[in-house]
């Protein structure tokens, strides 16, 4: 594929994105259809509520302190908590289900009740989400809550991406315990027939 060829399928990815974007019910059915699949594995609820078990007495400056320790690990690229965290079998998981994807998604991981990283497929910036869109706007809003970024070109893996993160429900009793976050590739999104989502 040449360079305006590969010019030309970005945009009419970016575009592509952005229309399902703008379509509700069609990012909602491929939030529901593919993404709750990955996160419908026990590992998955089993490992969110152990680690809500772990942080139920945490407060907000030993939240503080975890995300600097962590932010302090990615500078050095390796740590006690990096290593704790990506060694879990829940990232472990999660990586699987990111290369089963076949470049569908960049990255996903996982957030507690206290938006803090549970597992992941790879190295986040930062250990705690609670802050941002991403776990406000699902994790808080409650069952079924959608939050989608902007599309946004993506240094590292030289992609166009947006997040869809959703909220993470227990099964067994209905209530709202993490949410989850999925770089999704416009690109490879763009294969996915947009008509399939409605």
């Known amino acids: 594929m040449n360079f305006k060829s590969k010019t030309l399928l970005v945009a009419a990815s970016v575009f592509a994105l952005s229309s399902a974007k703008a379509n509700d019910s069609a990012l909602k059915t491929f939030a529901e259809e593919k993404l709750q699949a990955i996160l419908s594995d026990s590992i998955v609820v089993d490992s969110i509520k152990a680690q809500n078990e772990a942080h139920s007495n945490l407060d907000q400056s030993q939240i503080d302190s ?6 302090a690990e990615v500078d050095g690229q390796s740590g006690d908590l990096i290593e704790k965290t990506l060694a879990s079998p829940l ?3 999660l990586l699987a289900a990111l290369e089963e994807g076949e470049g569908l998604y960049t990255e996903i991981f996982v957030m507690d009740n206290r938006g803090l990283n549970v597992g992941q ?3 986040t910036s930062d250990y705690w989400q609670g802050d941002e869109s991403k776990w406000q706007e699902t994790f808080l809003v409650g069952g079924n809550a959608i939050h989608t970024s902007d599309i946004e070109f993506d240094e590292s893996s030289q992609t166009y991406q947006l997040q869809v993160s959703i909220s993470v429900v227990d099964p067994d009793s209905n209530a709202v315990i993490g949410a989850a976050t999925f770089g999704v590739n416009a690109e490879a999104l763009q294969m996915i027939s947009l008509d399939d989502l409605n």
Do not use: K, N, P, T
């Open 121 to 123: 497929s790879g190295l």
């Open 91 to 93: 990232s472990d998981y």
């Open 66 to 71: 975890l995300d600097l320790q962590w932010r």
